[in-house]
């Protein structure tokens, strides 16, 4: 990738806390298949032959699937690529034929996975339902005209995803191939082990990445890249997020709105599968910087609030996206203006009469009527009473236990995510 130093050191600054802040339930399977890895490099019992002489199995996944299952089976097609030196062949369709296959999709979505679960090929019974979990295992004779083949079902759209992305791992592609030049050694034959491969449930609900304080290091690199912090660099985010088994992203913040600079970036998070949110003072989904630009007042709620509360509405509708609402984790609270302390002495009762007006707005859908479905997820910041119902995301910054800081005791049983937090504060603490 030939990043400049400053640009690595802000990207090292994710993996350093990959480990703690970004969980992942061990492999389950029987046998050899329970280890840590369970590709091959040679023929095994039962095995099923992934590549066999520098040639791969072919693979198949449905155009009625989610588009973002679509990129990540393409994305295991150019690492087989990677690391066989042969492209495998990689078909949209909602038949198979070969003697080898890999068939891809997700349970609902896909007629080839709910094809081979309803005639009994594959067993499902312990993700259905379940959050983006998935299974992988070998089945003979799956189909008409297919010998053999490797599934890999998720449970939803991102079940599908890890699923697919926990083979490209598993043959030696790591996720950080391409943001950290992590080289892939070369194999001519690859055999996934007998038995059912599968991860659970993510032992954290919301796992992802906090692009924070990026300035000068990231964003004087994504510039030298990209352009700027723009959808090409996204779609690289994106992608490492999901690899990881992540699922959630803050967007810079310096200078850039996630939504408002980019017309691709919304519509490639949900492509791909991020949840989106924004910052602890950005709320509604509306960035700082749209303030700036389409702003009308002082950032007061007790001067300005009917300003404040259409220029928070549109952040909703903008997340319905014309009634094909997107994933996002609402932001609710009040900061001062930049990130600044509110008011000195500013009354609990302004900032609870803040976090209400605006919880109420996330909750109605702007084609008409409450849609509590669509927009449950909340995170909220002001006082403790409102922890009743909201969804607390908390950011770790360095390796170790998380710790909790600003929430009350009584919120504990409420922490239900984690966000890496890409700082340029934490790359200085580490050079």
């Not at 007042?297 to 997340?319: A, Q, V």
């Not at 909750?363 to 006082?383: E, I």
């Not at 409102?386 to 800081?405: K, L, N, S, T, Y």
Request: proline letters at 5%.
């Amino acid at each position: 990738m030939n990043v400049s130093v400053s640009g690595f050191a802000a990207i090292l600054a994710v993996a350093f806390v990959r480990s703690s802040a970004i969980s992942q339930t061990p492999a389950v399977g029987s046998g050899a298949a329970a280890t840590s890895s369970y590709v091959v490099a040679t023929r095994s019992p039962n095995a099923f032959p992934l590549v066999v002489a520098g040639k791969p199995a072919t693979l198949f996944y449905s155009a009625k699937d989610h588009r973002g299952v679509e990129r990540a089976a393409i994305s295991l097609r150019d690492d087989l690529e990677r690391v066989t030196g042969a492209t495998p062949e990689a078909n949209i369709a909602d038949s198979a034929v070969g003697q080898r296959v890999v068939i891809i999709g997700t349970i609902g979505k896909s007629p080839l996975i709910d094809r081979l679960v309803r005639a009994k090929k594959i067993d499902v019974s312990a993700i259905v339902g379940k959050w983006e979990a998935f299974v992988t295992r070998a089945v003979d004779n799956p189909l008409p005209g297919v010998r053999q083949a490797l599934v890999i079902a998720g449970s939803d759209k991102r079940g599908t995803i890890y699923g697919i992305y926990d083979l490209s791992q598993a043959i030696g592609v790591s996720p950080w191939y391409w943001w950290a030049d992590v080289p892939v050694e070369r194999r001519t034959d690859l055999y996934v082990l007998a038995g059912t491969h599968t991860r659970g449930e993510p032992a954290v609900k919301y796992r992802g990445i906090f692009i924070n304080d990026e300035a000068p290091a990231f964003s004087g690199w994504t510039r030298e890249k990209f352009g700027g912090v723009n959808s090409k660099m996204y779609a690289k985010m994106f992608e490492l997020i999901l690899r990881m088994k992540g699922n959630y992203l803050w967007p810079a913040m310096w200078g850039n709105a996630f939504a408002d600079d980019d017309s691709l970036n919304a519509k490639l998070a949900d492509e791909y599968g991020i949840v989106m949110g924004t910052s602890h003072h950005e709320p509604l989904t509306r960035a700082q910087q749209e303030w700036r630009r389409y702003g009308s007042g002082p950032w007061d709620y007790e001067k300005n609030d009917s300003t404040l509360r259409d220029f928070w509405r549109k952040g909703i509708e903008r997340m319905y996206n014309n009634g094909d609402p997107r994933e996002n984790i609402v932001t609710v609270g009040m900061r001062g203006d930049g990130d600044m302390p509110m008011t000195q002495g500013t009354a609990i009762s302004l900032l609870e009469r803040i976090v209400a007006d605006q919880r109420d707005q996330a909750r109605t859908d702007p084609l008409g009527g409450q849609d509590g479905r669509r927009c449950a997820r909340q995170q909220a910041f002001g006082h403790p009473r409102h922890g009743a119902r909201r969804q607390a995301i908390h950011m770790d910054v360095v390796p170790g236990p998380f710790q909790r800081e600003g929430l009350h005791q009584a919120d504990q049983g409420h922490f239900r995510g984690a966000v890496v937090r890409l700082s340029e504060v934490s790359i200085q603490a580490r050079r």
